[in-house]
């Protein structure tokens, strides 16, 4: 990660759904301080204190471990998933911070199962919709698509890029890595 200056997401506060930890560790390298969607207070009014000091800046969904090895219900826990961790962090903290936000899903590898693709379809199809959405409350959204090579170190540069200044213009985007 040394396309990236130190401390490039210093101060920025990041929601972290799925167990993308090279995820983790490159926003923390580069000065964010991440918090886990499953720690964080299911009481929206807790949820908004709780952020309220630091604000969200940003929300990452890496579906991978809801999908696991795909099928129907891998399709249903992925989008499902997605649109609960997202709705909670953008109704709870972005939104009402009134500063925007970004969201960043992450789709699962097109190898990952049978409806892979699928899933990947509908996690795009959500961040094209949550763009227009969400655009007046100046959160955008965008979606990472894995290839079967794609490197962890290649996906966490992405997401981290997508997160700072450099990625403010994407909403509505599909990124396909190799």
């Known amino acids: 990660m040394t396309a990236f200056r130190s401390q490039l997401l210093g101060g920025y506060a990041v929601a972290l759904a799925g167990r993308s930890a090279a995820v983790a560790d490159a926003l923390a390298r580069l000065g964010a301080r991440v918090q886990r969607v499953g720690e964080l207070p299911a009481d929206e009014d807790r949820l908004g204190e709780w952020a309220r000091p630091h604000g969200f800046q940003a929300v990452v969904f890496d579906a991978a471990e809801a999908f696991g090895e795909g099928g129907r219900d891998g399709l249903r826990a992925a989008t499902e998933r997605a649109w609960a961790a997202v709705r909670e962090v953008a109704t709870g903290a972005l939104i009402p911070g009134e500063s925007g936000g970004k969201v960043v899903l992450i789709a699962p590898r097109p190898d990952a199962g049978p409806f892979a693709e699928a899933a990947r379809s509908a996690l795009e199809n959500l961040a094209r919709t949550l763009s227009i959405e969400w655009a007046r409350h100046r959160v955008t959204t965008?979606?990472?698509?894995?290839?079967?090579?794609?490197?962890?170190?290649?996906?966490?540069?992405?997401?981290?890029?997508?997160?700072?200044?450099?990625?403010?213009?994407f909403s509505g985007c599909r990124f396909s890595l190799g």
Do not use: F, H, K
Request: proline share 11%.
């Open 142 to 169: 965008t979606m990472i698509a894995p290839g079967p090579r794609t490197t962890d170190a290649q996906l966490s540069e992405l997401v981290c890029y997508l997160i700072s200044p450099g990625g403010d213009y």
